[in-house]
T-cell receptor
């Protein structure tokens, strides 16, 4: 069992739909990151959370430390949101442990 | 520069040759990380530096892999006697300080390595 698990692995949505990607982790963490990987491979850090909720534009990230669960939500999805979304947990030391990623495709 | 810079962006090398991958972190960032992503797979941690020291090298897949950092700045990841399974994109990232909450990590564009 991976220490960080994401679901779903693949997600196809229609433009405008509300999207949720889930991340569960089984280890103690100091922080959790949501990353976006573009088709060319570049990675952008979207959020870093240690508690509660953060919002940036149409993106919302939440974390429940007790349940060891985080979600990334995208409101009013758009084709340009198509990317791989990766959950990464700060575990021991400064090591990041990554989920397998969620491939999101938003169709026009 | 403004972001994390990696070079080369693409490298094709013959099996058995050595390669060096370079990372220039954001100026002032004391923490530097190397990750690898093989085709169709997730990201793997390789090594991280706090300053010029590497407290955690446990992710390096074999003794053919080594990394160093100098001047709390540039880092070089060296792969000796490359094998086909080393083909991957090698990503570098940096952050202001390692391991603290509130610490955003910035990624480079990656170095795509193909071993033929």
């Amino acid at each position: 069992k991976n220490e960080v698990e994401q679901s779903p692995q693949n997600l196809t949505a229609q433009e405008g739909e509300f999207i949720t990607i889930n991340c569960s982790y089984s280890v103690g963490i100091s922080a959790l990151h949501w990353l976006q990987q573009h088709p060319g491979g570049g990675i952008v850090s979207l959020f870093m959370l240690s508690s509660g909720k953060k919002k940036h534009g149409r993106l919302i990230a939440t974390i429940n430390i007790q349940e060891k669960h985080s979600s990334l939500h995208i409101t009013a999805s758009h084709p340009r949101d198509s990317a791989v979304y990766i959950c990464a947990a700060h575990t021991s030391g400064s090591r990041l442990t990554f989920g397998e990623g969620t491939q999101l495709t938003v169709n026009p | 520069g403004a972001g994390v810079s990696q070079s080369p962006s693409n490298k094709v090398t013959e099996k058995g040759k050595d390669v060096e991958l370079r990372c220039d972190p954001i100026s002032g960032h004391t923490a530097l990380y190397w990750y690898r992503q093989r085709l169709g797979q997730g990201l793997e941690f390789l090594i991280y530096f706090q300053g010029n020291s590497a407290p955690d090298k446990s992710g390096l897949p074999s003794d053919r892999f080594s990394a160093e950092r100098t001047g709390e700045s540039v880092s070089t990841l060296t792969i000796q006697r490359t094998q086909q399974e080393d083909s991957a994109v090698y990503l570098c990232a940096s952050s202001l300080v390692a391991g603290l909450t509130g610490n955003t990590i910035y990624f480079g564009e990656g170095s795509w390595l193909t071993v033929v």
